[in-house]
């Protein structure tokens, strides 16, 4: 990975060159909150919080999507595959984003690969933004080790004074730099480690603590499969679906076919779902897997914290804290509830 030391105006000079080419994507403000929308100037990037509502997820899964159109042909079906991926900048990124997009690029790409989704990653290119402040107070990212982007970015920037710190990873984030900046120097390390250190310490004096092991959240889920706290939090739970809507590592969708009027073309659209979802498990014979409320939680949670853990080895919760803000009765966050049932089964 390269790293350089960019002056801030070099940052806005890129952003405005790439600007005349792509469209580039950003956090701006919405009302009291912010939300990944197409910039058309510099000043509108909102950088550091508050937290986006929706994850930059929307660019590579959209909330609802045409994935192929049909018509009858010569007694049967014929059928095209649809796919608008386009050329896009994703600039402002949070570290506990591009670990949930890590995490589900793996997804798509694993067995039957996604093509939809990887056309729009493939066409995107990822500037993160380091975050030397929590994000809401519900962020618990350092706990479940989304803090940290490791190399998930093309590019991505650090803030340590009077210039960026900036690594790139790809060939693409080195163009998004054209050049501007010089390589970091031995000092520029020695800034980096302050700044990030300093960074730690405030996430950890201001982040709700992780009682269990990080690594053991897998075994902790599956020894308490059955555990009065399921229950206790999934009778106050409206099963509104929000968390999931809201979760950048949540990637559940559903799919439809609508025939037109003419009943000649029709055409197939896939849009989110979510396991909170009343309908999510039910079957064609009427058959509900998961009918209580109670029974979508505990899924939902080892989802995140076993299932798909023990699988890629990394919590699906990166800790943004998008649930926890959007959960009306507060029941749903991962790491309270691995808290709650760690400390009943040690009493
Ligand atoms: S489970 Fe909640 S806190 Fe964790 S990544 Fe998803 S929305 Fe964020
Ligand atoms: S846990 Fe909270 S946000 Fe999720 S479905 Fe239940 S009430 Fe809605």
Not at 258 to 284: I, Q
Request: glycine share 6%.
């Amino acid at each position: 990975m390269k790293q350089y030391v960019v002056e801030k105006p070099g940052i806005r000079k890129s952003v405005e060159e790439e600007l005349k080419r792509k469209k580039v994507c950003a956090p701006v403000k919405q009302e009291n909150s912010a939300n990944f929308s197409a910039i058309h100037s510099f000043e509108e990037i909102v950088w550091g919080p508050p937290q986006t509502v929706i994850p930059p997820k929307k660019y590579f899964l959209p909330t609802s999507e045409n994935i192929l159109s049909f018509r009858k042909r010569d007694g049967g079906f014929e059928v095209e595959a649809l796919n608008a991926a386009e050329e896009i900048v994703l600039f402002g990124v949070h570290p506990c984003d591009l670990n949930a997009i890590y995490l589900t690029d793996r997804i798509f790409a694993e067995k039957n690969q996604d093509e939809n989704y990887l056309a729009k990653r493939e066409k995107a290119v990822l500037i993160g933004v380091d975050c030397l402040t929590p994000c809401s107070p519900e962020a618990v990212c350092l706990r479940m080790d989304g803090l940290n982007p490791g190399d998930r970015f093309d590019l991505f920037l650090t803030d340590i004074g009077d210039v960026y710190f900036v690594e790139a990873a790809s060939r693409k984030g080195e163009e998004f730099l054209r050049g501007e900046g010089r390589p970091a120097s031995e000092i520029d390390h020695r800034k980096l480690s302050s700044v990030r250190k300093q960074r730690d310490e405030l996430f950890d004096q201001e982040e709700k603590k992780l009682l269990p092991d990080y690594n053991d959240l897998p075994g902790l889920m599956k020894r308490n499969y059955v555990h009065a706290v399921w229950e206790e939090h999934g009778e106050k739970c409206y099963g509104c679906g929000s968390c999931n809507m809201v979760c950048p590592t949540c990637y559940c969708f559903d799919v439809e076919d609508y025939m037109r009027v003419d009943l000649e073309n029709g055409f197939r659209k896939r849009f989110w779902d979510g396991c909170m979802l009343e309908d999510f498990a039910k079957v064609a014979s009427g058959e509900n897997f998961r009918e209580e409320r109670f029974d979508r939680l505990r899924h939902r949670t080892n989802r995140k914290l076993n299932y798909l853990f023990d699988k890629w080895g990394q919590s699906f919760c990166t800790g943004c804290g998008r649930c926890i803000k959007a959960c009306l009765t507060h029941i749903v966050s991962p790491l309270e509830i691995a808290n709650e049932i760690f400390q009943r089964q040690s009493v």
